[in-house]
């Protein structure tokens, strides 16, 4: 059922992804961050489409199912700040879009069949098992702005986007990130032959740095989750809190490390295909 809360977003005609993967830069190489139709072409100056309407989950995951392809795998980026959302619409939306490809609710993307086993599923997979680990970090003296885009493998995560797209006979593993004890946990995402679109979420997807600046030209689509800073603020103080940290210390690292970090993201904005606003774990709940 199509909950009126639900995000809005703006609809336009979906890409078809492109069929080979883009190659890893050197490092130290002049990059220029892929627009959506061009992967080569410079980005465009223009913003993400405007908000208009109330979609509900199952319109989002209707334009997520548009993007598969027949004997390929996709991979959908969603990205935004610290406390936008990311994760709580990635999971989510991984969950409802594999229940509609076992359904016959599915509307197929171009060229796509009907019946579960053509489809596919969908799988969630959170950039953030490419963290550093701690006593990496300690060792390289930047413990204390964990989360900064320097405190990522970023040529490892790329190199397994690029996997993704040409190893399909095989389950390739990834690694997920446990914030219990605020480490990654090596191998722990199994992505199956018949996980055919890949619901990839991090802060770093469209920012023009390399080897970043990589990732968007992979993506069959970007989608940029965009929350009130009041708000995000207020879910990042109480997710620290629920960490460990003090709430002094919960609101200091949430408007600084994590503020810091937003700027950064805030900028890549613009390179998203389109934006989604309100992602609440609430409205997700109820919306199902």
């Keep these: 059922m199509t909950d ?7 609809t336009r005609s979906s890409r078809t992804p492109s069929k080979e993967p883009v190659s890893t830069p050197e490092p130290g ?4 961050a892929p627009r959506e139709t061009a992967p080569s072409d410079p980005v465009s100056p223009v913003a993400a489409p405007a908000l208009t309407g109330l979609p509900g989950l199952d319109a989002l995951a209707q ?11 996709v991979i959908l980026g969603i990205t935004g700040s610290p406390g936008a959302g990311k994760t709580t619409l990635a999971v989510t939306l991984a969950a409802r879009v ?4 076992a359904s016959d609710a599915a509307s197929p993307g171009d060229g796509a069949s009907s019946g ?8 969630h997979l959170p950039m953030d098992g490419y963290h550093l680990a701690n006593a990496t970090l300690d060792r390289l003296g930047n413990h204390d702005r964990k989360g900064a885009i320097d405190t990522f493998d970023g040529w490892g995560f790329v190199a397994l986007l690029n996997r993704l797209l040409v190893e399909l006979d095989h389950t390739v593993y990834a690694p997920s990130f446990d914030r219990s004890v605020d480490e990654g946990i090596a191998g722990e995402i199994a992505v199956t032959p018949d996980a055919r679109l890949v619901i990839v979420e991090g802060n770093y997807l469209l920012v023009d740095q390399s080897p970043w600046s ?17 708000e995000r603020l207020r879910r990042l ?4 809190e629920r960490h460990g940290r003090s709430p002094e210390a919960a609101a200091e690292w949430a408007t600084t490390v994590d503020g810091a970090n937003a700027l950064l993201i805030e900028a890549s904005r613009p390179r998203a295909t389109i934006v989604v606003s309100g ?8 919306a199902r």
């Design 63 to 73: 334009r997520a199912i548009t993007l598969m392809v027949p004997g390929r795998r």
């Design 98 to 101: 594999t229940e509609l490809l």
């Design 29 to 32: 190489a002049a990059e220029t």
């Design 4 to 10: 009126p809360r639900w995000p809005a977003t703006h």
């Design 116 to 123: 579960a086993d053509q489809r596919g599923t969908a799988v």
């Design 214 to 230: 990589s990732v968007a030209g992979l993506l069959a689509e970007s989608w940029f989750c965009a929350t009130s800073d009041e």
């Design 279 to 286: 992602v609440d774990a609430s409205i997700i709940q109820s």
């Design 237 to 240: 103080v109480d997710r620290h």
